[in-house]
Nanobody
Framework: VQLQASGGGSVQAGGSLRLSCAASGRTFSRYVLGWFRQAPGKEREFVGGISWIGGGTYYADSVKGRFTISRDNAKNTMSLQMNSLEPEDTGVYYC???????????????WGQGTLVTVSS
């Protein structure tokens, strides 16, 4: 599976952005997909994930209620809708694929390149 994230940009606090992750590979639908982010000078952290068929989602507490993940297996895409953005949401966002539901980065087998999100106060 190859992944490519896009949609990053600059936005003011309180605003919204929608990130997309495009995947190639015929087994896309069998993977759990996740979003991670890394702020300058900080470790990468889990943002949220979505299971394969059924689309159950799970989120980090810091984004719960503000971010929504969805996926379209027919189009091999995943999206991250980010609302009520805060300066603390600034960072490079990565999409990744794993074979089971997990919040741990090292469990993810495939990673896309990051897309930068900057939220100004």
């Amino acid at each position: 599976v190859q992944l490519q994230a896009s949609g990053g940009g600059s936005v003011q606090a309180g605003g919204s952005l929608r990130l997309s992750c495009a995947a190639s590979g015929r087994t896309f639908s069998r993977y759990v997909l996740g979003w991670f982010r890394q702020a300058p000078g900080k470790e990468r952290e889990f943002v949220g994930g979505i299971s394969w068929i059924g689309g159950g989602t799970y989120y980090a507490d810091s984004v719960k209620g503000r971010f929504t993940i969805s996926r379209d297996n027919a189009k091999n895409t995943m999206s991250l809708q980010m609302n009520s953005l805060e300066p603390e949401d600034t960072g490079v966002y990565y999409c990744a694929a794993a074979q089971f539901i997990t919040r741990l980065g090292h469990d993810y087998d495939y990673w896309g390149q990051g897309t930068l999100v900057t939220v100004s106060s």
